[in-house]
T-cell receptor, first 113, second 115 residues
Framework: AQSVSQHNHHVILSEAASLELGCNYSYGGTVNLFWYVQYPGQHLQLLLKYFSGDPLVKGIKGFEAEFIKSKFSFNLRKPSVQWSDTAEYFCAGIPGGYQKVTFGTGTKLQVIP | NAGVTQTPKFQVLKTGQSMTLQCAQDMNHEYMSWYRQDPGMGLRLIHYSVGAGITDQGEVPNGYNVSRSTTEDFPLRLLSAAPSQTSVYFC??????????????FGEGSRLTVL
């Protein structure tokens, strides 16, 4: 089945540490990929998205992600995390031409001051 | 713009009761959907709609009904609530049916507890 998977369920980092959260997808062909963030008690907000073009995508709040087609990956990165980045992060994808968005199981990030 | 509005934000039901979660968007979005969020399981698609009068099932449709009589509204009905339906429910919409045109916009969520 077509899916999106996140292998890091819970990540704990100190402030200023670098972050990389893994996301893999299993679609063939064209694909649209997203990273969403959910701060405690809030709804999901878009961090960044990839549709086509430059595989290195920059989003809000200093986040970026790289689409690597050969690895079926779309990992999220941030060079230096802050306490305010404590949240749950969801990778999501949709094959080109389809309508339904599939979400990964999420990664909870805890940043320690 | 209000965006995507969900009501109620919190609800407690007894097993067997019925209720409707309301979702409305004021962005003239074609595509609307309902997800449930459970710990360790991410977001799972319940039902979705690609326009007024058109709905389809997602991954976990059992126990839920939907209808789309207008572009703006997409209510989710629980006909006979069960404890397994205790969850946080999110409504989300997208401008067009075509997946290449943009991201999902989410409502604030509705936390449902079934006793």
């Amino acid at each position: 089945a077509q899916s999106v998977s996140q292998h890091n369920h819970h990540v704990i980092l100190s402030e200023a540490a670098s972050l990389e959260l893994g996301c893999n997808y299993s679609y063939g062909g064209t694909v649209n990929l997203f990273w969403y963030v959910q701060y405690p008690g809030q709804h999901l907000q878009l961090l960044l998205k990839y549709f086509s073009g430059d595989p290195l995508v920059k989003g809000i709040k200093g986040f970026e992600a790289e689409f690597i087609k050969s690895k079926f990956s779309f990992n999220l990165r941030k060079p230096s995390v802050q306490w305010s980045d404590t949240a749950e992060y969801f990778c999501a994808g949709i094959p080109g031409g389809y309508q339904k968005v599939t979400f990964g199981t999420g990664t909870k990030l805890q940043v320690i001051p | 713009n209000a965006g995507v509005t969900q009501t109620p934000k919190f609800q407690v039901l007894k097993t067997g009761q019925s209720m409707t979660l309301q979702c409305a968007q004021d962005m003239n979005h074609e595509y609307m959907s309902w997800y449930r969020q459970d710990p360790g399981m991410g977001l799972r698609l319940i039902h979705y709609s690609v326009g007024a009068g058109i709905t389809d099932q997602g991954e976990v449709p059992n126990g839920y009904n939907v209808s789309r009589s207008t572009t703006e509204d997409f209510p989710l009905r629980l006909l006979s609530a069960a404890p397994s339906q205790t969850s946080v429910y999110f409504c989300a919409s997208r401008l067009n049916v075509d997946s290449t045109t943009g991201e999902l916009f989410f409502g604030e969520g509705s936390r449902l507890t079934v006793l």
